[in-house]
């Protein structure tokens, strides 16, 4: 094993360890002061007083919808920056979020939607709907081009956004559902949550893992991947799913949270170097940190409230993406 892998194994390893302690503070930091002894100790046993129903049925599970909501969303940006051969592509670039939302628009509007478990299935019909207008509409008449896919994607966001204006516009009542889902939150999502987007993530994550390797070939041009072998059509159909489940699942769980999809991936470009082998599960790690860290700061930074994590996250994301540019060029993909 060469020197470069064993560095960026090691810090891929230590990132991992980065994102453990990450977690360990997400259940124990909250607006009920609560001993790390304490918390240590209903992790393991539940003795039914209310420090174990806060850790247990709250804090849990808004970590673990943490941990995986930002690794889909680090995966996904990571994918479709690679995908697209686009350094500012994220996952609201192939109309998948706009998608997602519309059809949660749709959902309070016309069938008086209001639970997150019912946000979840909207929300992956939408974005499942928008992936494949998308590819439709970029594969018109020829083959779906990386420039082809991205005109679409902004076509169908433009419509989507002036659908989801239009109906939060005529109608009041699901404009004050609606706000409080499309700010971007963690807080309050239950195991039965987690249950039904874990699936879906997971399907995504394999899938995607299992496109490093081409999109490593895809990156020296269709030709070259042609004349490897490589069904071009193929691999950016499989991506567009990944992409659709990943995103789909995160934002239903979430809502729309901003820069992390477009951040995170050049940060781990600047670990893993440009080898998708090793930007995926860098990206898998360090979005979760970066969105568990968004969520502990806004419950600090209000107590006894919070600040949603989607508000934390442009606010830290925006400075590093601009100090990213500023240091040095993006990865030409």
Wanted: proline share 4%; with cysteine; hydrophobic share 55%.
């Amino acid at each position: 094993m060469g020197v470069g892998r064993v560095t960026k194994g090691a810090g891929l390893g230590a990132g991992l360890v980065v994102l453990i302690l990450m977690c360990l503070l997400s259940v124990w930091v909250g607006s009920r002061d609560i001993s790390f002894s304490a918390t240590w100790h209903v992790l393991w046993s539940d003795d039914g007083s209310v420090q174990a129903l806060v850790i247990r049925d709250h804090r849990v599970p808004r970590t673990i919808t943490g941990l995986l909501v930002g690794a889909s969303l680090g995966l996904a940006g990571a994918l479709m920056q690679s995908l697209t051969r686009n350094p500012l592509a994220d996952p609201g670039l192939l109309g998948v979020e706009h998608g997602a939302a519309a059809a949660v628009v749709a959902g309070i509007a016309f069938l008086g939607v209001g639970s997150i478990t019912g946000y979840l299935w909207f929300a992956l019909a939408g974005a499942l709907l928008a992936s494949l207008a998308v590819h439709g509409l970029g594969a018109a008449g020829r083959a779906a081009s990386p420039d082809r896919l991205v005109l679409a994607g902004a076509a169908i966001s433009a419509v989507l956004l002036a659908f989801i204006s239009a109906m939060l516009l005529l109608d009041p009542t699901t404009f004050a559902t609606f706000r409080f889902w499309n700010v971007g939150s963690i807080a309050g999502r239950q195991m039965d949550v987690v249950a039904r987007i874990a699936p879906v993530m997971i399907a995504g994550i394999l899938l995607a893992l299992g496109l490093t390797r081409p999109l490593n070939v895809l990156a020296l041009g269709a030709e070259t991947g042609t004349a490897l072998g490589l069904n071009n059509n193929r691999i950016r159909v499989l991506g567009g799913v990944a992409i659709t489940l990943l995103c789909g699942a995160a934002t239903a769980a979430a809502g729309p949270i901003a820069f992390v999809g477009l951040t995170v991936p050049h940060v781990a470009r600047a670990f893993g170097g440009s080898d998708n082998r090793w930007v995926f599960p860098y990206s898998m790690v360090l979005a979760p940190i970066l969105l568990l860290a968004a969520d502990v700061l806004g419950r600090i930074a209000a107590r006894p409230g919070e600040v949603e994590v989607g508000i934390v996250t442009a606010v830290l994301g925006a400075p590093v993406f601009i100090a990213l540019v500023r240091r040095r060029k993006l990865a030409r993909l």
